[in-house]
């Protein structure tokens, strides 16, 4: 079956830089979506990309597409300690979204 | 999202009680899902329904039962708790527009420990 992998599963960054994670699929994606949970908390949507090559930016956060849809980033810049928890990228398979294993995000001050 | 609530938010039993989480929506959507959630290995689908004479398994649904008792209502049972069923639990929400899929809704999760 479809398999989603993210890399790396844990990142540290130092406040105010920026970092990049990696989500990959073994199969061609309709779409690809982002969550954030933060510690404690449940995951919530951030975003939706549909089209081959696709960069949308909210805020400091850039999440790109590939041209192939089998892989998608998202880049944080200036890092900022309300970036921490956990990213999830998900992609559908048939009726339901298989999830990645996500990044974990700690940011050192 | 306060529109999608669990109970209980947090569980211990023993191995081999009965347990059912309970999930319900004020969202109306049609679609509602189980998931389970381990350390490094993300969310894995127990089972989901997309009405409620709709009840499809999901990836790792041995040892797990749901029932749709309305649109709004969709709960998950551990016949049979193990310690490898301790987990943090999530019901989620969502509808189809058109060919794509809409984003899913999360509640804020039960935590189960069987001891």
């Known amino acids: 079956g479809q398999q989603v992998m993210q890399i790396p599963q844990y990142q540290h960054v130092q406040e105010g830089e920026d970092f990049t994670t990696y989500c990959n699929s073994s199969t061609t994606l309709s779409n690809i979506q982002w969550y954030k949970q933060r510690p404690g908390g449940h995951p919530v949507f951030l975003i939706q990309l549909v089209k081959s090559g696709e960069v949308k930016k909210q805020k400091r956060l850039t999440f790109q597409f590939g041209e192939a849809k089998k892989n998608s980033s998202l880049h944080i810049t200036a890092t900022q300690t309300t970036d921490v928890g956990t990213y999830f990228c998900?992609?559908?398979?048939?009726?339901?979204?298989?999830f990645g294993g996500g990044t974990r995000v700690l940011v050192k001050p | 999202d306060a529109d999608v609530t669990q109970t209980p938010r947090n569980r211990i039993t023993k191995t081999g009680k009965r347990i059912m989480l309970e999930c319900s929506q004020t969202?109306?959507?049609?679609?509602m899902y189980w998931y389970r959630q381990d350390p490094g290995l993300g969310l894995r689908l127990i089972y989901y329904?997309?009405?409620?004479?709709?009840?499809n398994k999901g990836e790792i649904s041995d040892g797990y039962s749901v029932s749709r008792q309305a649109q709004a209502k969709f709960s998950l049972s551990l016949e049979s708790a193990i310690p490898n069923q301790t987990a943090l639990y999530f019901c989620a929400t969502g509808r189809r527009q058109g060919v794509s899929y809409n984003e899913q809704f999360f509640g804020p999760g039960t935590r189960l420990t069987v001891l």
């Open positions: 329904s997309f009405d409620v004479k709709d009840i």
């Open positions: 969202k109306g959507h049609d679609r």
């Open positions: 998900a992609g559908p398979a048939g009726n339901k979204l298989t």
